[in-house]
């Protein structure tokens, strides 16, 4: 048996361009369990996007184990170390049980009555006084589709408020902007088996190997067979994707634009482009060649301080691709201008001619491992079933389905943003937030402010948890939820596949599924239809998935031809699944046919510069027949940005072993033991200079807090250092210094896509614990 700690990517099995990738069957159970002493049950992955199928070991009605299952096309067997081991927090003697709420300043156990009471007290004198604009959510993208359809059909049909988003804001709300501002509307072009058939995989800012591992020894396993693919890396950091690459590009952050221009200018400047796929299914061409000629390799590789000649080697070997597969993530989506960025990697691809076959496609990769339907149901910054709420027939369509006034659903402006969401709640017109299954006490920019904004007694915050949280103590009424493997839903991965995830044992104590709250919550508020029946016409999880089956048909992601059953047994499905597609859809596109008609699309589309709206008429001016966007856009420099020498760059973001904040993987002991405390990463030469050496404790500082933390000396440009953001406070320091990497974070987003930069913001740092801590 492998040690999976040690070696997270297990044994290889290498196989040749073309081949089916084999299957090895990975399997953890508690100590001294006979694999057939115990019951399986279906279910897939939740500590990442990748979406592997996997079995739930359970004995004696708790979680005992997990196994790969071999038939699941995303991951023939194969399980990440994080599901290897994460299962054991569901046993945790510190799970959440019982209702808490707020009394005399301090949180005591209560019980359902009394906890979901005031929640719905709150909510209809906010309705009388305020009215619904006072009301918000904050989601995730770790529940269940028919967990975030029903909470979208209550906020904006039950409700009528417009303040609603998931951490996907935090996650992938740039892989959705992107898509949209390409292609007119989310939905991920590419597949998995793209992996199989490439010839060259360029990774931006996307470190796989450490945050979907399963795809990873795909990778692995190409490299190890014949004809491997040719590998293209950008990443300041030498993560394990930049050591087995061709080539690595270790730009400064903030300037992925730049550098993504500087590819787009050598394939232009070199013709290698596909002048046939352009002209029949694109439109923007000459726009983007003129923007992309003002950057030369010199000009890029001063702006990003990498070599000309490795940019230009990495544009050769893009240029001359034949089936080529890009990948994009955080680097790219927490960073500046992140939309315009990974739009970029859109163009590259579209005028290459490089989508819709084998090896020839697009992942802008989620993160989460719903997150995928967090914006299919409409849980976040989107109508329902990717429908434009600047189209009043797509609204429309939602009020016929749910028999509401077209005018209950707000539409008058594009839904509230989760930063947004918080200024209106730091400014004092939102009262109540409702947190479901994210923890933004350790999550969000900036934390000082955020405890200061969700710690206020004017607002009333519901924080709906498996364990008590950081932002749990912060709140007014606490309900514990049941976790993976003690409820059943479906969720779908970053390839569109989609996976039924059975119960396998009961919740502890009073913990209820979310669906179930959410439903209770319904009920309780008594929300009607026109004709007075029950909004939400559901109960359990199978006859919400019908009901969003039916939101979803004659849309990109049609759910219309799936069934709890036919998920049930083999592998995951890809949507689109209908009465065209009954086995599911492997990759979008194949024809050159986009979503992107004016009549079709889910945006208009903003402005990559500055995020303002691209109007209705516009729009259809400049793509009429619903083609492919090629959308240009020059690089601006960060708001924030070193200043001298002693400043340096800060950068953050994941370790193999951890999952966020821990909640999970925290309580895991191989896990826990694998990487127990925070650690700041600085080159050599910037080490040096401070006169820190491997292992001394280090003091991190940027203009709004302050960490502190061992130093790892290596492994990274210089200019830049790297905290992993998974550290929080409820095991801090015994001398209670903050660990957290979002203390130093900034308030600042994307202006398209919302989504704030956790990738780039700025820092001093020095040796020993005794540094300065004050000040900036
Ligand atoms: N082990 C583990 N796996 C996970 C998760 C986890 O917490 N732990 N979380 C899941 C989720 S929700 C997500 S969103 C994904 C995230 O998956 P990734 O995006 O792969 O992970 P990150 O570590 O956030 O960032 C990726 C890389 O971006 C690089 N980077 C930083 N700044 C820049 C920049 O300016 N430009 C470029 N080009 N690169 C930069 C970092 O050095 C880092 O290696 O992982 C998922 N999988
Ligand atoms: N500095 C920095 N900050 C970042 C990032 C970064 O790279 N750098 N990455 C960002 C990204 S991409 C993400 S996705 C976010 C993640 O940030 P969060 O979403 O805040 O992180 P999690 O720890 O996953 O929080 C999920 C919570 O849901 C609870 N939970 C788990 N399962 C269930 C369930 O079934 N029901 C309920 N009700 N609760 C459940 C868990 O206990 C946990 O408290 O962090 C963002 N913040
Ligand atoms: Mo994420």
Not at 422 to 448: I, K, Y
Not at 577 to 602: I, M, Q, V
Not at 656 to 682: C, E, I, M, S
Request: net charge negative; glycine share 8%; charged share 25%.
């Amino acid at each position: 048996m492998t040690d999976r700690i040690a070696e997270p990517w297990g044994a290889r099995t290498p196989y040749a361009a073309g081949q089916r990738w084999p299957d090895r069957m990975d399997t953890e159970l508690a100590e001294g369990l006979d694999p057939e002493a115990v019951d399986w049950t279906q279910s897939a992955a939740v500590l990442h996007s990748n979406g592997d199928g996997i079995d739930i070991a359970s004995h004696n009605g708790r979680i005992a184990g997990v196994r790969g299952r071999r038939a699941d096309r995303v991951n023939h067997g194969r399980v990440d170390p994080k599901d290897l081991f994460g299962w054991q927090a569901n046993n945790s003697p510190d799970r959440l049980t019982v209702p808490l709420v707020r009394d005399s300043g301090r949180l005591v156990e209560s019980d359902w009555d009394t906890a979901m009471n005031r929640i719905v007290a709150t909510t209809k004198a906010l309705l009388r006084d305020a009215g619904p604009g006072s009301i918000g959510f904050y989601t995730s993208g770790q529940l269940m589709l028919e967990e975030y359809y029903t909470l979208g059909v209550i906020a904006r049909a039950g409700l009528g408020t417009n303040h609603i988003d998931g951490n996907t804001r935090l996650c992938t709300a740039t892989a959705e902007w992107a898509l949209k501002e390409t292609f007119g509307c989310d939905g991920q072009p590419g597949s998995y088996t793209d992996v199989d058939h490439a010839d060259v995989i360029a990774l931006y800012g996307h470190n796989v190997a450490e945050t979907q591992t399963v795809l990873w020894s795909r990778m692995l396993d190409r490299l190890a067979g014949a004809n491997p693919p040719q590998i293209i890396c950008v990443d300041p950091r030498e993560t394990p994707v930049a050591k087995e690459a061709t080539v690595h590009l270790a730009p400064v952050p903030g300037t992925n634009l730049a550098l993504m221009n500087g590819l787009l200018h050598e394939v232009i400047a070199h013709d290698w482009v596909d002048h046939d796929y352009i002209a029949a299914h694109t439109v923007g061409y000459d726009a983007l060649a003129a923007c992309v000629a003002e950057y030369p390799p010199e000009r890029v590789a001063t702006i990003c301080d990498v070599a000309a000649d490795d940019l230009r080697r990495a544009a050769e070997i893009i240029g001359h691709a034949q089936r080529l597969l890009s990948t994009v993530l955080q680097g790219f989506y927490q960073s500046h201008q992140a939309t315009a960025a990974a739009v970029a990697v859109n163009n590259l691809n579209v005028i290459r001619g490089m989508l819709g076959r084998p090896g020839a496609g697009i992942l802008q990769m989620n993160g989460q491992p719903t997150a995928q339907n967090t914006r299919e149901c409409g849980a976040n910054g989107d109508l329902p079933g990717f429908r434009n709420w600047r189209n009043d027939g797509h609204v429309a369509e939602l009020a016929r389905l749910w028999n509401v006034d077209i005018a209950t659903i707000p539409h008058y402006s594009e839904p509230t943003h989760a930063m947004q969401m918080l200024r209106f709640a730091e400014q004092g017109t939102l009262r109540m937030l409702w947190v479901s299954a994210t923890n933004p006490a350790v999550s969000l920019p900036e934390l000082r402010r955020i405890r200061h904004i969700l710690g206020q007694t004017r607002l009333f915050l519901v924080v709906q948890d498996i364990f008590a949280t950081e932002t749990a103590e912060l709140a007014d009424v606490v309900l514990p939820a049941a976790a993976w493997g003690e409820k059943t839903g479906v969720f779908t991965n970053a390839d569109r596949t989609v996976h039924i995830s059975d119960k396998a044992v009961d919740p502890p104590g009073q913990a209820r599924p979310d669906l179930e709250i959410f439903c209770d919550y319904a009920e309780r508020m008594d929300f009607r239809d026109s004709d007075g029946a029950p909004l939400i016409a559901w109960r359990d999880p199978e006859a919400a998935f019908e009901a969003w089956k039916r939101c979803s048909a004659g849309r990109p992601c049609d759910y219309t031809g799936l069934s709890y059953e036919k998920l049930r047994g083999s592998s995951g499905i890809q949507w689109p699944c209908n009465a065209e597609h009954p086995d599911g859809t492997e990759r979008l596109y194949t024809d050159g046919e986009f979503w992107s008609k004016p009549d079709d699309c889910e945006s208009y589309g903003k402005d990559l510069i500055t995020g303002g709206s691209i109007e209705p008429t516009q729009y259809r001016a400049a793509n009429p027949d619903g083609k492919a966007m090629l959308r240009p856009a020059g690089y601006t420099p960060p708001h924030e940005r070193p200043v001298d020498d002693d400043e340096l760059w800060l950068t953050t973001g994941r370790t193999v072993y951890h999952f966020h904040t821990r909640t999970k993987t925290g309580r895991a002991p191989q896990l826990n033991d694998a990487a127990p405390q925070v650690w700041v990463q600085l080159s050599a030469g910037d080490a040096g200079r401070r006169g820190i050496r491997d292992g001394d404790l280090a003091v991190i500082r940027s203009p709004r807090g302050c960490v502190q933390a061992r130093a790892r000396v290596g492994g990274i440009r210089d200019g830049v250092a790297f905290l992993p953001f998974h550290y929080g406070y409820w095991d801090a320091d015994d001398d209670g210094h903050h660990r957290a990497a979002n203390e130093l974070t900034i308030t600042d987003w994307d202006p398209v896509s919302k989504q704030p930069h956790f990738k780039t913001s700025v820092v001093r740092i020095s040796r020993g614990a005794n540094a300065d801590r004050s000040g900036w």
